[in-house]
């Protein structure tokens, strides 16, 4: 009777281990953006490039890496590190819009992330009046 308590009280304590122990693993890289959306209000077609700093977090628990961000025209570009954002940091995209290469009236375009983040791509819009 004593050896099979003992057994039982082994087998309860290595599935409770065991069970620790998934429960300790990464959920992996998140992307949090304060808003999806980016206004830059009126710009003069002939005022030069508007550069937008466009600040993220990562709210997951492993490093994230942004590894492409694609626009949808040529008049606008974007640039980044490509570097890990550890948990709870910070990373930065920069947004450059030319507006003489862009139609004049309402402007909008998306962008997406592309990243490590486990909530896939994200996309972001910019917006603005042409004049």
Do not use: H, W
């Not at 308590?5 to 309860?12: D, G, K, T, Y």
């Not at 890990?84 to 507006?99: F, H, N, Q, Y």
């Amino acid at each position: 009777m004593r050896t099979l308590l003992r057994n039982i009280a082994i087998v309860v304590a290595v599935m409770l281990a065991v069970s620790s122990l998934g429960a300790a693993e990464p959920q992996g890289a998140d992307i949090e953006f304060q808003s999806s959306v980016v206004d830059l209000g009126t710009i003069a077609q002939d005022a030069g490039r508007q550069i937008v700093r466009l600040s993220f977090t990562n709210t997951g628990d492993v490093p994230l890496v942004v590894t492409e961000v694609r626009t949808s025209c040529s008049c606008m570009s974007v640039s980044y590190e490509r570097k890990k954002v550890e948990p709870s940091a910070r990373g930065v995209l920069t947004i450059s819009l030319d507006p003489s290469k862009a139609p004049k009236g309402q402007y909008y375009r998306v962008m997406q992330i592309f990243s490590t983040a486990k909530s896939g791509v994200k996309r972001i819009t910019v917006k603005a009046v042409i004049e």
